[in-house]
Nanobody
Framework: QVQLVESGGGLVQAGGSLRLSCAAS????????MGWFRQAPGKEREFVAA????????SYADSVKGRFTISRDNAKNVVYLQMNSLKPEDTAVYYC????????????????????WGQGTQVTVSS
């Protein structure tokens, strides 16, 4: 499976922006569908955003629609999560996830859809 390393987390005031990056190892990155999840203290891990091979399909949790954007650069083996208009309730550890598929339009929105995970990066939004 692919190795994933997230970066870009930090402390930001409400209304601010952050861009998370997830660097993936391996030469077959373009065959992976990718996702971002988050987990706040005392809560279950929840889906945030997902993207298919070609970036043609994306999916977002209702709580982040219109504020977050997932994208990927297959040439650089990187997936991004641009987070705008951040709210204190966005505070969590954010995880990048990946898995392979032979279906080019596959998008995963459940944690069980992914076999590879990064170590997570902390995002803290102050009010």
């Amino acid at each position: 499976q692919v190795q994933l390393v997230e970066s870009g987390g930090g402390l930001v005031q409400a209304g601010g922006s952050l861009r998370l990056s997830c660097a993936a190892s391996g030469r077959t990155f373009s065959s992976y569908y990718m996702g971002w999840f988050r987990q706040a203290p005392g809560k279950e891990r929840e889906f945030v955003a997902a993207i298919n091979w070609s970036s043609f399909r994306t999916s977002y949790a209702d709580s982040v629609k219109g504020r977050f954007t997932i994208s990927r650069d297959n040439a650089k083996n990187v997936v991004y999560l641009q987070m705008n208009s951040l709210k204190p309730e966005d505070t969590a550890v954010y995880y990048c996830a990946a898995d392979t598929t032979t279906s080019p339009m596959r998008v995963g929105i459940n944690a069980a859809d992914f076999r590879s995970w990064g170590q997570g990066t902390q995002v803290t939004v102050s009010s």
